[in-house]
């Protein structure tokens, strides 16, 4: 039987189709609306995750209020309506068919040039949002999700506000750095790996969302991964990080007092590799705002990420690849004759 979400205000109903996800407050799911003739995202908040109606109602609010700050940004998941449907609030967004950031890149082979047409999409997308005085507070890589433009190339939409903090203001970009900066929040909140190291001394700004910023970018650009368990028993996924060891970067940065870099043969443009370690910085203070980092990236071109020299390391590494494997399977080859023989000679 098909299920239909209805939100009796305007009329609209969705035919629930398949399951897209699930997080800590709930589910979303495919659902197609035929008088738009268009599929959506239909998140649902449930009243089990919370202790009453009225927290579920707060925290859903929290997050329509964000998202409803953050409407039309390219680069921004964008809210079509909300509704409540007995026990459950239900988010209509569009839908993001490309999947996350995390699975995107796990899935494919290292790609420097489409990871800066990324990382110039996200600082876009949080320069906006910090314009628009939303803070994040939980960009990793599982809340950015891929769409596809007209021509079919994957575009990053930041996600999951459930965390945002949202100030009453506007800031207009030349003076957002001022003003901003002075808002402080007290709630620690994020996901281990992404998180900045003042968030867990309970007194931290906007820029703490410039360091998840800089955690997600060096994920990207290095694919480190580690295994976690998912809420299915026995059942574990990839997670795209950045690490030291066992450390998270805020955990190295605050044990051992000092900020992290990224590993000097990354191969990729000095510069680059400069901004993304200044994104890191421990003290906040040093970080970049987002309207700066989007202008200084936005300055860069594929050339500057793949340079001549990255390129023909990447290509002696690929030939060398190619030998050990030919060499390998020659070697089995000897073997298995070898093998036959023995066998030939003990009958
Ligand atoms: N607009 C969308 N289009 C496609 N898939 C989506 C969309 N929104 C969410 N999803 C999928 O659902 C998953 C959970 O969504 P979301 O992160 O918003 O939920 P959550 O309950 O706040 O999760 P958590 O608290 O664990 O981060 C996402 O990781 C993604 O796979
Ligand atoms: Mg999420």
């Known amino acids: 039987m098909i299920k239909i979400f209805s939100n ?3 009329g609209t109903s969705y035919a629930i189709q ?5 997080g800590m407050c709930g589910e979303v799911y495919k659902a197609w609306d035929k008088n738009s003739r268009t599929s959506w995202a239909i998140k649902t908040l449930k009243r089990s995750n919370f202790n009453s109606l009225k927290e579920l109602k ?8 964000a998202l409803l700050k953050v409407k039309h940004h390219e680069n921004v998941v964008n809210l079509k309506e909300y509704f409540q449907k007995g026990k459950h609030f239900c988010l209509v967004m569009e839908l993001c068919r490309g999947g996350t950031l995390n699975d995107f890149i796990l899935q494919r082979s290292k790609d420097s040039v489409t990871n800066l047409r990324f990382m110039k999409q996200l600082s876009s997308g949080v320069a ?7 803070v994040h507070r939980d960009l990793k890589p599982d ?5 596809f433009n007209n021509l079919g190339e994957p575009v990053v939409k930041i996600s999951d506000f459930g965390l945002a903090k949202v100030f009453l203001e506007t800031f207009n970009p030349s003076a957002q750095e001022k003003c901003i900066s002075r808002k402080y929040m007290r709630t620690c909140c994020g996901t281990p790996f992404f998180q900045a190291p003042e968030t867990q001394s309970f007194h ?3 820029k703490a969302d410039i360091f998840s910023l800089g955690a997600i970018f060096a994920a990207m650009m290095l694919k480190q991964k580690v295994q976690i368990n998912t809420s299915q028993v026995g059942v574990k996924r990839d997670l795209l990080v950045v690490c030291m060891g066992n450390l998270t970067v805020a955990d190295y940065e605050i044990f ?4 992290y870099h990224l590993p000097a043969d990354l191969w990729i443009n000095p510069q680059l590799t400069l901004l993304l370690n200044s994104l890191l910085r421990k003290d906040y203070h040093e970080r970049p705002g987002a309207y700066q980092l ?10 500057d990420v793949e340079t001549d020299i990255w390129r023909e390391i990447a290509r002696k590494i690929e030939e060398a690849d190619e030998r050990m494997i030919k060499k390998d399977r020659k070697r089995q080859r000897k073997q298995r004759r070898l093998n036959n023989w023995k066998k030939c000679t003990i009958l």
Request: glycine share 6%; proline share 0%; charged share 30%.
């Open 128 to 134: 906006f949002l910090h314009e628009q005085g939303v």
């Open 8 to 10: 009796m205000g305007t």
């Open 58 to 65: 707060s925290e859903a609010m929290k997050e329509i209020d």
């Open 294 to 303: 989007q202008c200084a990236i936005d300055k860069m071109s594929d050339k």
């Open 256 to 259: 051992f007092n000092m900020d």
């Open 143 to 147: 809340n950015i999700l891929i769409e």
């Open 18 to 22: 398949n399951k897209l996800g699930e």
């Open 204 to 206: 931290y700004t906007h």
